[in-house]
């Protein structure tokens, strides 16, 4: 979430007549990826406003929206679209955007046994019901993003220009080593703690489907690895091994999804330190927080060094 395009009430008051009007408009400044705003209305309902930046295309809402659907449907607290006159898809300042509903929760700061309880359980579930969809849609945040990336730092040498050397040479190993034959599934895609919402150390809802797709389920986990079980490099093995054992629970991996775990680990790594030095350096409008690049550097060569697959 961020705040690239600033509109005012009166820019989307049409949108929201049947309930009232606008009371208050606010921007959310976490996250780079679009603009966000938490609309109350007059009558005293919540919305997230959405308006979708640069990497989010048009073409592809309509999925996410019918995977956000699909979640809810089948049990998932998560955001779902608003219809308003038969659309869920609008226009400002031509660039599209959408309402969704309001998740009630925020971020967990302190994670504790029962929150990591809740939150493996409510993973698998996703995991169980994205199995049986139908929907689908290409991660193209993998080697395609990777390629693209690293072609617009074709000549550069500034800050990391050593990191991004030793990434540019690691892909160049491993793109021909992504396992082939897993099975698929409708993933989340972007399970960092910032998209998971919790009330009383339970998990409230999922958020940010915005890189909701159909791939391996072993990536959708290595990403919430990487993001709730490291410090940088520093590895936390006690609430690593609490979450997989329940999240095995209702789950079975195959050998090879237990093979391919370290690589993924290690693929999951290499997008976002990628993002995150692209959209430091070409994302600078707006009111934005990035992220350091340097975090997820510095797990990948966690991963280089370690394989978590052998506490299977």
């Given at each position: 979430m961020a705040v690239y395009t600033k509109i005012m009430k009166q820019d989307i008051e049409d949108l929201f007549q049947e309930y009232d009007g606008i009371e208050e408009l606010?921007?959310?400044?976490?996250?780079?990826?679009?603009?966000?705003?938490?609309?109350?209305?007059?009558?005293?309902?919540?919305?997230?406003?959405?308006?979708f930046e640069k990497r989010t295309r048009e073409t592809d809402l309509p999925f996410f929206h019918?995977?956000?659907?699909?979640?809810?449907?089948?049990?998932?607290?998560?955001?779902i679209p608003i219809t308003i006159n038969k659309n869920d898809i609008f226009k400002i300042k031509q660039k599209p955007c959408a309402i969704y509903s309001f998740i009630e929760g925020s971020q967990i700061t302190n994670l504790n046994n029962?929150?990591?309880?809740?939150?493996?359980?409510?993973?698998?579930?996703?995991?169980?019901?994205?199995?049986?969809?139908?929907?689908?849609?290409?991660?193209?945040?993998l080697l395609t993003s990777w390629k693209f990336i690293i072609n617009k730092f074709k000549n550069y040498d500034g800050k990391n220009k050593s990191e991004f050397s030793h990434i540019r040479n690691l892909i160049l190993s491993l793109e021909n080593q992504f396992p082939k034959n897993l099975k698929k599934s409708l993933i989340h895609g972007d399970l960092f703690?910032?998209?998971?919402?919790?009330?009383?150390?339970?998990?409230?809802?999922?958020?940010?489907?915005?890189?909701?797709?159909?791939?391996?389920?072993?990536?959708?986990?290595?990403?919430?690895?990487?993001?709730?079980?490291?410090?940088?490099?520093?590895?936390?093995?006690?609430?690593?091994?609490?979450?997989?054992?329940?999240?095995?629970?209702?789950?079975?991996?195959?050998?090879?999804?237990?093979?391919s775990f370290n690589f993924y680990l290690k693929?999951?790594?290499?997008?976002?330190?990628?993002?995150?030095?692209?959209?430091?350096?070409?994302?600078?409008?707006?009111?934005?927080?990035?992220?350091?690049?340097?975090?997820?550097?510095?797990?990948?060569?966690?991963?280089?060094?370690?394989?978590?697959?052998?506490?299977?």
């Open positions: 606010n921007g959310i400044a976490e996250g780079v990826e679009n603009t966000n705003y938490l609309v109350k209305t007059n009558n005293q309902k919540k919305f997230i406003f959405t308006i019918k995977a956000m659907i699909e979640f809810s449907q089948k049990g998932i607290s998560c955001p029962e929150a990591l309880i809740s939150l493996s359980k409510n993973v698998s579930a996703i995991h169980n019901i994205g199995a049986q969809s139908d929907l689908f849609r290409e991660n193209n945040m703690k910032d998209n998971v919402f919790f009330k009383n150390n339970e998990v409230s809802g999922f958020i940010d489907f915005f890189f909701t797709c159909t791939d391996t389920v072993v990536y959708d986990l290595a990403t919430l690895i990487n993001a709730w079980f490291f410090n940088y490099e520093k590895f936390d093995e006690k609430n690593f091994i609490i979450f997989f054992n329940h999240y095995f629970e209702p789950i079975t991996w195959s050998i090879e999804e237990k093979e693929a999951s790594a290499i997008r976002f330190f990628l993002t995150r030095i692209h959209d430091l350096y070409f994302n600078s409008e707006g009111e934005v927080s990035h992220k350091n690049p340097l975090e997820f550097f510095e797990i990948l060569q966690f991963h280089e060094k370690n394989n978590l697959q052998d506490f299977f």
